[in-house]
Every structure is written in structure tokens, then in C-alpha cells.
């Protein structure tokens, strides 16, 4: 499951804030903050992304670099946000 997050997830980033360009380095654990991909309003859009994407609710509090600053770190935030959807439903 992660890989496929991780494919979309990568997919998304390369298309509305890299623009298309793929000769940018950008590993799993490459930092989207850090090397300015992306900025305050770009986390925005990507909580609404991950939001309507996979159908999860980000809240306020979560919206940290620990869950949103790397392909890693957004692919395994979104992975246990459905598994606890799942063990709720």
C-alpha cells in the first residue's frame, strides 16, 4: 500500500509545485520544506489533496513537518490515517 502512496503522492508534488520538471531530485526521504518545494500555502494544498484524495481528515494539530515534509513521511501519515479509518468503520 505505501508504495502506491508513495507513486501518487510523488506524482502530485512533481505535477503542482515542481511543474512537471522530474529533473529535480526528489527521493522518499528528500525534505519538501527544506529545499523550498514546498511552502506554507503549498502544505495547504496538499492537506485539501490528501483530504479528497483518500478520503482522510487532517486536523489542525496535525499538520506538522513530521507528518507532511517528505514523500516517507506524507505515505506513511496518509497509510495510518485509513488503517484507523478502517479499524473504526
Known sequence: MTSNLKTQIRA?????YLFGDTSHPLDDATSLIENDIIDSTGVLELVTYLEDTF????????????NLDSISSIASYVASKTILQQSVA
Open 12 to 16: 502530485f508534488i512533481i505535477e503542482n
Open 55 to 66: 478520503q482522510i481528515s487532517v486536523h489542525d494539530s496535525e499538520i506538522v513537518p513530521s
